[in-house]
């Protein structure tokens, strides 16, 4: 989140990370879902509003080399340090400038991906219209823009705690005094209406307590910045259609799906509210819902909201599935339950879906395309003889149904590009030089699949040597250098056979390096 306040966020800098979510990759497979044709991946321009350093931004430039990046953020001394990077790396498609979103000129682009994460709603009015603005006039006319912001209802418990942070610190004006005050009239809040045992007290202690385990930056720029306007779904949806722009999805896929609530909440939804925006609108209601990733397209761009499991024919799945039963037998007729990430769960009876949880998991983090998928599973059935419930076509359409539903629970993910990375460390093994370059000074560093990452400091040192010129043999001889001369230092006991012990955690920390996609 990087807002227009020059003087706080060059103070304290908000830590830019990656979010998954608005990278093309994520944009394009939804308007793929709902029958657009998005730019190209591979070769798109892409602009982020508010970029910070580039923690998500430069990621994106690494592993799309065809493609040209533009980043725009207010603070100079981000915008220096994003800068660092870039250079450190090498990267001639992406250009970091300091300047105010009201600046950019209605010549440059266009762009076929615009990204404002985290500013809409922590910008003055005029600063919000002229985000609208540019994604109306420099966004390619098949482009997608991701725009986040906080919303209501479920803001409004969190607005009675900012105006009490923000009443509290407004005494002093030393960033760092401000936060260490507000964090202290929050935690009086929670205790002094403890006592008053209500509704409130559940809600303000809830938040509160979220509130204790967030960096300091987050708190000041969050909570204590002059602007944070949120406001209803429905009300951003009408300010966009002011300016020509539709609203196509949201970015967590799960939110939209009136599925996912009771049976009986479901059919209730899609009675009394009729129509994409006062279903979600409603929906929001029910899940006291705070934020919003939204993605906008021009109004003229025709979206298909009924999602066909045909539509999965052009995209690419990778997903990590924990069968609940350890040994179950594809063969059987039994119903198998699979456990995800985000607590999702799917049940399958079909051999082709429980065949496909397997193919998934011996390629994971990669994604397969969905062909390849169905095709892998269908020979892992004739291997294991079982017999078809179906045609081949039907067979597919039941895996894609299934896959369908798993993308709405957050179990799988949909990509319209080839994954960028390997499964498996080779002979001479390679990290990303953005992760090995961060994980010099921090132990969070980003993947290959656009996400944070936590390593220790042996992984973090053993990937300096991952630069893709050391053989295996190497990278062994110099670990167990390593091993033995912290072992003398430290006064530790040299095991016996220390090279086979080296080489066992070294191969076994390269398989988790490739599992998390850090390596090339």
């Not at 063969?331 to 399958?348: E, M, Y």
């Amino acid at each position: 989140m990087a807002a227009e306040s020059k003087s706080t966020y060059d103070d304290v800098p908000y830590t830019s990370l990656p979010f998954a979510q608005t990278h093309p990759d994520r944009l394009a497979s939804l308007a793929v879902l709902f029958g657009l044709e998005p730019p190209s991946v591979e070769r798109c321009h892409v602009l982020e509003l508010g970029c910070a350093s580039g923690g998500n931004l430069i990621p994106m430039a690494l592993t799309m080399p065809g493609a040209e990046f533009v980043g725009i953020d207010l603070s100079s001394v981000q915008i220096s340090d994003g800068q660092a990077v870039v250079a450190a790396l090498g990267l001639g498609n992406i250009r970091l400038s300091a300047m105010s979103i009201t600046d950019i000129a209605p010549t440059s682009g266009p762009f076929d991906y615009i990204i404002a994460h985290g500013v809409y709603s922590w910008v003055p009015d005029d600063v919000q219209t002229r985000i609208l603005e540019i994604c109306s006039r420099q966004l390619t006319p098949s482009g997608i823009a991701f725009i986040s912001f906080n919303t209501l209802p479920g803001w409004r418990t969190r607005g009675v705690i900012r105006d009490l942070m923000r009443y509290h610190a407004a005494q002093l004006a030393e960033p760092r005094a401000r936060i260490e005050q507000a964090r202290g009239i929050a935690d009086f809040l929670a205790g002094g209406v403890a006592a008053a045992n209500s509704g409130y007290e559940t809600l303000v202690r809830s938040e509160i307590e979220a509130l204790r385990g967030q960096a300091d930056d987050y708190v000041l720029h969050e909570y204590l910045e002059e602007t944070n306007e949120p406001l209803y779904f429905h009300q951003f949806v009408e300010r966009a259609a002011k300016h020509g722009l539709q609203y196509l999805a949201d970015a967590d896929f799960g939110t939209m799906i009136a599925s996912n609530f009771p049976p009986e909440v479901a059919k209730a939804l899609v009675r009394i509210a009729p129509g994409v925006i006062r279903q979600e609108q409603v929906m929001d209601f029910l899940r006291n819902r705070s934020f919003r990733q939204a993605l906008l397209v021009h109004d003229g761009v025709p979206v298909n909201r009924k999602i066909t499991p045909d539509r999965l024919r052009g995209l690419a799945v990778s997903g990590l599935f924990q069968a609940e039963e350890r040994d179950f037998d594809i063969r059987s007729n039994d119903v198998v339950a699979f456990s995800g990430a985000r607590g999702s769960r799917l049940r399958a009876g079909s051999g082709i879906t429980k065949a496909a949880a397997m193919i998934l998991n011996e390629f994971w983090p990669r994604a397969l395309p969905f062909g390849d998928v169905v095709r892998r599973a269908k020979a892992v059935l004739r291997d294991w003889a079982v017999s078809s419930a179906g045609t081949d076509a039907e067979a597919e359409a039941t895996l894609a149904a299934d896959m369908l539903r798993c993308f709405g629970s957050g179990m799988v993910q949909l990509h319209a590009r080839p994954s960028p990375f390997s499964a498996a460390p080779g002979d001479k093994p390679a990290a990303s030089p953005l992760a090995r370059l961060q994980a010099r000074r921090d132990i969070r560093v980003t993947n290959l699949r656009h996400e944070p990452v936590q390593i220790d400091a042996d992984l973090a040192r053993l990937m300096q040597l991952l630069d893709g010129t050391r053989s295996r043999e190497e990278i062994d001889r110099i670990a167990i250098e390593w091993a033995i001369a912290s072992a003398r230092t430290t006064g530790t006991e040299i095991p016996e056979e220390p090279e086979r012990l080296v080489k066992d955690r070294v191969g076994v920390a390269l398989q988790h390096l490739a599992r998390v996609a850090l390596l090339l």
